[in-house]
Structure formats: C-alpha cells, structure tokens
C-alpha cells in the first residue's frame, strides 16, 4: 500500500483527504505544522508528500527545502493559491514534482497524485540486467541469456555513462520501459529527476504544453506561467515513450531542443537552456513514418545518437523458461502466496507460442494463471493462450452491438456496420472510444469502484485510467456508467 503524507495546518482538509486517499487504496498520514511534517518524512518514509505553501510556523518553501536535498527522488505536490503561484512555479524548478491550486477538483488531484507515485517508482526503483535468480524477487529487471539479449546488455553498460540520446525501439511489450530506466539508474544522472511522457496517452492538444510549459495568456484558461516537464527535469533524463507517435509541429520544436538544448514556452519568446538527457522510444516504423511525412528526416537523424533494439519474444525462445521463472517469482513476492512453479508441459505450451504481445502478454498469462491456481504446479489447461472472446459475456447494449448466441459475431456486425456509416468520418478512433469506455465501466463495476484493482486488472497504469475516467466522462457510484 502506498504511502502519502499530507502537511497541511487544515484539519478538515486533511479529513477530507485521507476519507478520499483511503478509499482509493493508499495509506494516509496527516502533519499539521512544517516542524512536524518534516519529522514524518524520516518516520513514515511516503511515496509522496503534498505540502501546503502556507503552513503556520514555517513556508511551505522552508519545507520544501527542507525535504527535497535529503530525498531528493520523494515527489512532492505543492498546494497554492492564486497569489502563491510564482513561489509554487519556483519549487517546480528546483524539484517539486507539480502543484495545483485550491480549491481543487478531486479527479484532477487524483490523477495528479497517481502520475507522482509512478514517476516516484520510476526514479527510486532501480532495474537489474540479468540479476541472478535468487535476486529475482528484488527488483524489476531485464532477464534473458539469450546472445540478442547479451547485446542489450552490452549497449545499456557502454551508452548509460555517457550523455548521449539514446533510441529503444522494439515491439509493444518488449520491456522498452525497463531499458530506459535501467540506462538512467547506470547513469550519472540516476540522482536527478526521471520524467516519463508518453506521447500517445497525452492528448494532442496538451502535449506541447506539457512539454514545454507555457507563458500567462498563452491561451484561454492560462492564467499564469507554467513550467514544462522538460525545464523540470533540468539536469536529469526524459523518457519520451512513442515518440514515432508526436505530432509533427511538435517535432520542430522537440529538434531544437536536442540541437540547441533550449526550449521556448508556448506563448513566450524567451529562449530557456535546459540540461537534460533524453532517451526515446517507438514500435514504429520511423524509416516508413520518414518516407511517408509524418516523421521529420532531421530529427530521425538527431535521434538516431545510439539505438537500441530489444527483440521480440518469439526471436528468444530460449528465454521464456528463465522469463516465467522471474515472473512468477515476482508476482508471487508481490501477492504473498506460493510459487507453484510450471510444469513440463506447461513450459512446452508456452515454447511453441509465438508470443505477438511479447513479454506483456507472457506476463498476463502467467499472472492469470497464478490467481487461479488451487495448488500444485501450472498446467497446460491453466494457461489462457491463444483464446478466442467466445466465452466472455460481451454486453454491449449501450452502443447496439450484442448478440445474444454468439458475442463474437455481435462484435464483427457492428463493427461492420460503423465501416459502412457514411456519417463516421473517424470511425477507427470511434470503435477503439467505444470498447475502451466499456472496459473501464465494467472494470470500476467489477472492482466495486476501486481505480487501482481496475487499473490492475486491465494491465494499465494508474494515470492512464484517470484520465480514461475523464475522457469519457465517468461517474463513480453504486453503479459506474457515464456521469
């Protein structure tokens, strides 16, 4: 359970917190002066702080500064109001992870909190290459002897002592993710900030933004400066995952940063240097994305410093005994029950699999497995491979795509019929809207509205599942449906 500390002299605000805080799964500790609530750092160790700018005794900034030298990879939300926004903007510089204003909107804090606590992980959890097997429970690691992997290895050593940018490319579920934060933890920057943008969760519109920050009056709504993440993570590395996916006014500003190492706001005109390393990475195609427009030439050069290949799972067979062993190993740790091991049979199944969702869906079937097991070792029947939706009860009411004998052949006709609609001109993005909104409905049903065990259970980030709750607009009731 994760721990988060509230330092505010506002008793019913930390009330309110901790009622909202437990709810949705984390362990809430309340500190109601600076003094105080720089004595349960050391004492409750927390995976966040929220600070309030203005604390009785001592500013929030004392705290800050108080707080952040000593661990300077603990995340920390600064709450402000409108008139203590420049001093909330200036702890943002030297480390803070975000703040938000008072009074703020419970969805937007939640989610910010959730995206503190994973960039938290990234930055304090180290990951091994190849540990031993006895080390497996650990640490996250990347794992495989086979010689595809012992390159990998090789080229993570030479590149993550130097400041180069680094490329990782690879298919979806090859553990492009692991690679990047293992470069950073071996490199001389592991003590500086780690920022993780993914170019695809984050809307169009917001990602430049998010990015660069952006001046007052920039737009409507902005109201004041804003730092980007990338002036945040001044000394440290950015990890911009599917980077093949940014949008090409994007990518002009993004070039200058790797060939200048300055950035401009949205907005502003001033020119900011920034020292910050950066590491991407893409399942994409570039070599096609440049031929075809929608990836700059000069900036696929600029990129292309050092490149990193993790190779698919079907192309290191050889690994997926060791794999399943570290998985389950680690799953096991992390659900505090047995390892039953897999049988001989088991492993056979899943060799002679091709495996098109790489370790991710390796680890999905070993996880499946795992819960479900009533003692004894894996066996063959337990692994969910290669399935088709038969079995599941596809309600799709709402969106006018069911079939009462056959679920599967619901799904195709409406897909079918939402091809041949002349009125849908984004019929593709309209299909995945629709399927993606019922998971999350059903998931919060399932779950009893618990975010977390529904982010678990469809295998995606906190984050990214409140701001799937935001996207389609999703109220959390009794009865999860739309608000």
Known sequence: MKKILIIDDDKQLSLSFRKILGEDG??????YSGSEGIAMVDTVSPDLVILDIRLPDMSGMEVFESIHPKYPKLPII????HGTTETAIQAMKNG???????????????????KGIEAGRCMSSPVDVNPETDLFAQREALVGNSPKMLTVYKEIGRVASTDAT????????????????AVYHYSSRCEKPFMVINCV????TLLESELFGYEKGAFTGASHRRVGKIEQARGGTVFLDEIGDMPMNIQAKFLRLLQENSIERLG????????VRIIAATNRDLEKAVADGTFREDLYYRLQVVTITLPPLRERKGDIAILSHYILTRLASEMDIPNPGLSNDAMK???????????????????KALIFNRGGQIQPEDLTINETNSCLDINLDKHNFTS??????????????????ESDDKVFDTCLDHIAELLIIESLNITGGNRSRAAKMLGISRPTFHSKIEKYQIKIGSNIDKK
């Open 26 to 31: 984390y362990d809430t500790h309340a500190a």
């Open 78 to 81: 600064i709450i402000t109001a």
């Open 96 to 114: 803070a992870f975000d703040y938000i204003y008072k009074p703020f909107d419970v969805p937007e804090m939640l989610s910010l909190i959730e």
């Open 166 to 181: 680094v490329l990782i490319r690879g298919e979806s579920g090859t553990g492009k993710e692991l690679a990047a934060r």
């Open 201 to 204: 969760a984050i809307p169009e």
């Open 268 to 275: 502003g005109r001033d020119v900011v240097p920034v020292d």
């Open 349 to 367: 199944k899943l060799n002679v699999y091709e495996w098109p969702g790489n370790i991710r869906e390796l680890s999905n079937v070993l996880k």
């Open 404 to 421: 009462a004998n056959n679920s599967q052949d619901g799904l195709r006709q409406w897909i079918r019929k939402s091809l041949l609609s």
